[in-house]
């Protein structure tokens, strides 16, 4: 692992740094549909520039970057505090997975307005009875007539409200063994058959909703990988998903730390020897973030695809992220309980950390079975 840039790579940065201060869109407006649209339009100037999934093939809408290259922007954006570009699981997860399972007319017909932002992806995979244990999941679809017929419930389906397009996992053959009777299918969420409703989180906000699939009709030529072999997509969906958090979010605490120590000196605690010594800690721990997070492109660049090792960074960023809101809220006291504060947003945000895109349990688990090679408990 080398963490030092070649002056391509420094040149490419500051590039960029120059571009997103000069292009920065402004904070996001307030309410969810303004906010929404706000994140489409800079995705649209981060398309036209060429900076949207860049790391793509270029014959694919992409600029063939290296994964340092895509890892810099992910920590640039963070630097510039952008928003998130409105595509985000499109870009993170789904373009990468079509790229990898999908045929030619796949990648032609759905690669493109991911990128532009003209369609919004979701990730419809957990279910109320199946998160962790995903493989028990009881949505079927039954081939009929050339369609796929779908019938069942979905849950914390993130941007559901805005997507064009949802990545499905259902039981196609429920006479195998579970992980072996799953199909991965892009299915179109505009459709009556489909019922979005939402669900508020602890911060007020409605990001993710309930999806209610009564007899949803999917084409068969939106299967992705295969019929049966919807696991293994959906393993190449969740790398994508950890490994994703990795640079960017090493940046992004690096500068919640920064922020927290400013908070001190303004509340007047930074010499408390606690407050210095609970610090001190998340520093080391947000650099060790950095690293390993760094050690996960390494992985990425030399298999071609990221591997369980990027679970360790996603635990990592969630604990850190938590324990350094948790001290915000402890050096504002009273104040810290004010509804409308930034950090007590950050603060409740933070809790799903541990939850999304897999908990800080399972991805233990996956550290200790696939990358320390310990023994599986089952
Ligand atoms: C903000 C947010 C956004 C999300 N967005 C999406 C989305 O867009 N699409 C989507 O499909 N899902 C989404 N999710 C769902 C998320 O992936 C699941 O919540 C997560 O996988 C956990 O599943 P569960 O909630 O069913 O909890 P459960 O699996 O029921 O787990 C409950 C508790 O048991 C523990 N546990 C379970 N199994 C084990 C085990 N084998 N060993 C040790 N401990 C275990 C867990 O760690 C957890 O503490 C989102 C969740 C959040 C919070």
Same mark, same amino acid.
């Given at each position: 692992?080398?963490?030092?840039?070649?002056?391509?790579?420094?040149?490419?940065?500051?590039?960029?740094?120059?571009?997103?201060?000069?292009? *920065?869109?402004?904070?996001?407006?307030?309410?969810?549909?303004?906010?929404?649209?706000?994140?489409?339009?800079?995705?649209?100037?981060?398309?036209?520039?060429? /900076?949207?999934?860049?790391?793509?093939?270029?014959? /694919?809408?992409?600029?063939?970057?290296?994964?340092?290259?895509?890892?810099?922007?992910?920590?640039?954006?963070?630097?510039?505090?952008?928003?998130?570009?409105?595509? &985000?699981?499109?870009?993170?997860?789904?373009?990468? #997975?079509?790229?990898? *399972?999908?045929?030619?007319?796949?990648?032609?017909?759905?690669?493109?307005?991911?990128?532009?932002?003209?369609? &919004?992806?979701?990730?419809?995979?957990?279910?109320?009875?199946?998160?962790?244990?995903?493989?028990?999941?009881?949505?079927?679809?039954?081939?009929? $007539?050339?369609?796929?017929?779908?019938?069942?419930?979905?849950?914390?389906?993130?941007?559901?409200?805005?997507?064009?397009?949802?990545?499905?996992?259902?039981?196609?053959?429920?006479?195998?063994?579970?992980?072996?009777?799953?199909?991965?299918?892009?299915?179109?969420?505009?459709?009556?058959?489909?019922?979005?409703?939402?669900?508020?989180?602890?911060?007020?906000?409605?990001?993710?909703?309930?999806?209610?699939?009564?007899?949803?009709?999917?084409?068969?030529?939106?299967?992705?990988?295969?019929?049966?072999?919807?696991?293994?997509?959906?393993?190449?969906?969740?790398? $994508?998903?950890?490994?994703?958090?990795?640079?960017?979010?090493?940046?992004? #605490?690096?500068?919640?730390?920064?922020?927290?120590?400013?908070?001190?000196?303004?509340?007047?605690?930074?010499?408390?020897?606690?407050?210095?010594?609970?610090?001190?800690?998340?520093?080391?721990?947000?650099?060790?973030?950095?690293?390993?997070?760094?050690?996960?492109?390494?992985?990425?660049?030399?298999?071609?695809?990221?591997?369980?090792?990027?679970?360790?960074?996603?635990?990592?960023?969630?604990?850190? $992220?938590?324990?350094?809101?948790?001290?915000?809220?402890?050096?504002?006291?009273?104040?810290?309980?004010?509804?409308?504060?930034?950090?007590?947003?950050?603060?409740?945000?933070?809790?799903?950390?541990?939850?999304?895109?897999?908990?800080?349990?399972?991805?233990?688990?996956?550290?200790?079975?696939?990358?320390?090679?310990?023994?599986?408990?089952?």
């Amino acid at each position: 692992m080398d963490l030092t840039l070649s002056p391509s790579e420094q040149r490419f940065r500051d590039e960029l740094r120059t571009w997103l201060e000069d292009n *920065h869109p402004g904070a996001e407006p307030p309410g969810d549909d303004a906010a929404f649209d706000h994140r489409r339009r800079w995705q649209r100037r981060l398309f036209d520039a060429g /900076y949207a999934g860049f790391s793509w093939p270029t014959e /694919y809408g992409g600029r063939g970057a290296t994964m340092i290259e895509q890892a810099l922007f992910g920590e640039e954006m963070a630097r510039a505090k952008a928003p998130s570009p409105a595509n &985000i699981l499109g870009m993170v997860m789904g373009g990468p #997975v079509v790229i990898h *399972h999908g045929t030619e007319e796949q990648k032609e017909r759905w690669l493109r307005p991911i990128l532009t932002g003209e369609e &919004i992806w979701c990730q419809g995979f957990s279910e109320p009875e199946s998160g962790s244990d995903l493989a028990s999941l009881k949505t079927k679809a039954i081939k009929s $007539n050339g369609d796929w017929i779908v019938t069942g419930q979905k849950v914390w389906t993130t941007f559901a409200h805005k997507s064009k397009w949802c990545m499905l996992v259902a039981r196609t053959d429920p006479d195998v063994p579970k992980h072996q009777g799953l199909t991965y299918f892009i299915m179109d969420m505009e459709q009556d058959a489909v019922q979005v409703r939402p669900l508020r989180q602890i911060t007020g906000e409605p990001e993710f909703n309930e999806l209610f699939i009564e007899e949803a009709r999917i084409p068969d030529e939106n299967v992705v990988g295969g019929v049966g072999n919807g696991w293994g997509v959906a393993i190449t969906t969740l790398m $994508n998903e950890r490994a994703g958090l990795g640079a960017a979010s090493a940046v992004g #605490v690096r500068i919640g730390l920064d922020e927290l120590m400013a908070l001190a000196r303004e509340r007047g605690v930074a010499d408390d020897p606690v407050i210095r010594q609970r610090i001190g800690q998340l520093a080391i721990e947000v650099e060790l973030l950095r690293l390993n997070a760094w050690r996960g492109l390494t992985h990425t660049m030399k298999h071609g695809m990221p591997g369980p090792e990027g679970s360790l960074p996603k635990w990592q960023w969630s604990d850190v $992220n938590q324990s350094l809101t948790e001290l915000a809220i402890d050096i504002l006291g009273e104040d810290g309980a004010a509804w409308d504060s930034p950090w007590a947003y950050r603060f409740l945000r933070a809790r799903a950390n541990s939850i999304e895109g897999g908990t800080t349990e399972i991805l233990k688990n996956i550290i200790a079975e696939r990358v320390l090679g310990l023994p599986k408990l089952r």
